[in-house]
């Protein structure tokens, strides 16, 4: 410290940035799951696998939030263009990595793939117009790393997290969700 109770520009400039991440991560603490109900366990062995799930999600969930959670590397994005190949989409399925956003229209429905990872500060999504995107009605919101986005981004419908294990290859996925019905169709998915 610069003396007894004298803090330097530098030391105010970290303290500041300490307390703002500190608030950051309270703010992704908030539980983003207090209006769900129902949730599952699934272990993705391959790709294969993953692109069961996304046909399954795809059946199953048209409209609404959906967090995608997981390390860099987890599959977020895989499982996000296998989702999108399977509500019809043709061609390239791009990483929203840095556009913050890739918006598409599949058989006139609205989907929102966002990818929140490089953002510096959740009020940049207001700055992009990110109401504008929300308000987009029976759309379907695709969110990796939605604890970035903090306040600015809707609760979620469905969360999915998904996690890497000591075999590079498996995947371990918690689905969190409002659905009865997806939970049911996912019961069988490991058998």
Known sequence: MGGKGVINQT??????AISFCNAIIRSCLKPV???MQYSCKLSLSNELD???LAQKLAQHIAEGVIYLIGDLGAGKTTLSRYWLQNLGHQGTVKSPTYTLVEPYN???KD???FDLYRL???YEL???GIRDYLDVPNALFLFEWPSK???EIPQADHVIDIQKTDDEMVREVKITSISAELMTALQDFNL
């Open 120 to 122: 510096n500060d959740p």
């Open 111 to 113: 989907i929102f793939h």
């Open 149 to 151: 986005g903090g306040e």
């Open 126 to 128: 207001e700055l992009m």
């Open 50 to 52: 993953t692109q069961k």
């Open 33 to 35: 799951v207090s209006a």
């Open 106 to 108: 599949i058989a006139g």
């Open 11 to 16: 030391e105010y400039e970290s303290s500041w």
